[in-house]
């Protein structure tokens, strides 16, 4: 808006400026009889001046109004921002099975969601959890929405399972998550989630079955 303002007065400033000039010209070559060429060089002077001075208060204007947008869309931004966060947990119903939950902690809905896997140290427990949960739909698909407060859970493995292909039979390392998604104005947002899958060794399956249990944060 401040550009569009000086693109407008900046053709009629040239065009006062031009005229000033060329009565201040006359004015110098012309000594004798500066009287008769001293009122309009005074009104093209003080014409000069008041667009200069109307060409400053519209700037300043329309700074003040470009700041209270931009803080006005902070505002709006901060009210619908979206904040994703991911994690592992037992189903109430089948404790010994794990699945991946997206919270969504913000204030506003989250959009066409996109969800990256990855290991950090790419050990035999890492690619264990990894590869299951890669193989989930919203990693494959995304999600559409995720509206705020709510979780999406999906069912990814059984942790007897997982736990015995290991060479160990110890899980370990960490397992990233990282969320790509969009707010209500399209803006593109980005959360990410590290998990240490070393919790999961805590889990008594003899427990989980009476309690379901919450494994990663």
């Not at 900046?10 to 008769?36: E, M, Q, S």
């Not at 109430?92 to 204030?107: C, S, V, W």
């Not at 736990?163 to 969320?179: C, H, R, T, Y």
């Amino acid at each position: 808006m401040h550009a569009t303002i000086q693109s407008r007065f900046a053709p009629i400033l040239y065009v006062v400026i031009f005229f000033a000039g060329f009565l201040t010209a006359c004015l110098w070559f012309n000594p004798k009889d500066y009287l008769a060429d001293l009122a309009p060089v005074v009104a093209a002077v003080c014409a000069v001046a008041l667009v200069w001075l109307a060409w400053t208060a519209v700037s300043v204007i329309a700074r003040k109004k470009n700041e209270w947008l931009r803080r006005e869309k902070l505002i709006q931004q901060e009210k619908v921002h979206p904040v994703l966060h991911a994690s592992l947990q037992s189903v109430e119903e089948q404790p010994e099975m794990l699945a991946l939950t997206i919270r969504n902690h913000g204030k506003g809905m989250a959009k066409n969601i996109r969800l990256q896997v990855s290991s950090v140290s790419d050990k035999a427990a890492e690619r264990a959890i990894v590869e299951a949960v890669s193989k989930l739909v919203i990693v494959g698909d995304g999600l559409d929405m995720l509206a705020s407060g709510e979780v999406y859970g999906s069912v990814f493995g059984d942790i007897r399972e997982l736990s015995a292909s290991l060479p160990e039979k110890k899980f370990g390392g960490i397992m990233k998550l990282v969320m790509t998604y969009c707010n209500v104005f399209g803006e593109t947002c980005i959360s990410e989630t590290s998990l240490d899958l070393s919790l999961l060794n805590a889990v008594e399956l003899s427990e989980a079955e009476h309690k379901p249990s919450k494994l990663l944060y």
